[in-house]
């Protein structure tokens, strides 16, 4: 009988990923359907959408009471593509990078586990923030700052990478996920009265294809989502249907 020589093995993925000035975020263009549409006669300055919503959010947290406590330089912006162009789905999801409490690790049986650490510029990530484009950018101008003060509002109140714990059974969105949407209209009706500089929001009020077209494109930063990483030798096995767990679990 002749044997089979095994294949290389993959190393495991890094319980860090750092990215810098040598290494910068990997940034690409907003697609949709895997084409890019026509660029405008006049070439003009791409929007950097994570950087803009970036701006939008830091705006949003230093207005808001209620969200005083979110902290944008531990919070990473990205965008993830959509694979159709249905407006129902997936609009924006906050992905904490640590477990209940901050811990940076968590026992599961015999094994300890952890969730891959992001670093740019030397600064440890606690929340990894992503909008699914271009559907996110086809919603109603008020509908997308919902979706915005939503994503903002589950980062905890301790903002230690974990998120925001309601009482009871449901407790990510509370009892009612109606409710709670009903709740963060009301914060969006306070932001955007008497708001003294419409500029960092204006970008909001315009659809995908109108947005592609008067800036020239749409780019953004675009980061894998984080692994759920065995601290020891656990079996490979158990490692992926644990990481698995992980990414349905954070999916908001």
């Known amino acids: ?19 810098d000035a040598r290494r910068p975020l990997p940034a690409r263009w907003v697609v949709p359907e895997g084409r890019r549409p026509r660029l405008p006669a006049v070439p003009a300055e791409p929007l950097d959408f994570t950087a803009a919503m970036r701006a939008l959010c830091d705006d949003v947290a230093n207005r808001c009471e209620a969200l005083w406590h979110v902290r944008m330089s531990r919070v990473l912006v990205s965008f993830t593509p959509c694979r159709n162009r249905s407006r129902y789905g997936l609009q924006a999801r906050v992905t904490p990078l640590r477990f209940r409490e901050g811990a940076l690790t968590r026992r599961h049986g015999h094994v300890e586990y952890q969730v891959q650490r992001f670093f740019v510029n030397g600064r440890e990530m606690l929340y990894l923030l992503t909008f699914c484009l271009p559907r996110f950018l086809d919603q109603c101008f008020e509908e997308k700052l919902v979706t915005v003060f939503h994503e903002l509002y589950h980062m905890n109140p301790a903002f230690d990478g974990d998120l925001r714990r309601h009482p009871g059974r449901y407790a990510v969105h509370s009892h009612s996920k109606d409710r709670y949407d009903e709740q963060m209209a009301e914060l969006v009706k306070v932001y955007l009265k008497d708001h003294p500089n419409e500029d960092v929001f204006a970008f909001l009020r315009t659809g995908y294809r109108e947005l592609w077209d008067r800036s020239g494109g749409i780019v953004g930063v675009v980061v894998p989502r984080p692994k759920l990483l065995p601290v020891g030798r656990p079996s490979a096995r158990a490692a992926a249907r644990k990481s698995a767990e992980f990414g349905t679990r954070n999916a908001e």
């Open 1 to 19: 009988m002749t044997g089979t020589r095994p294949g290389p093995v993959a190393p495991p993925p890094p319980l860090e990923m750092r990215w």
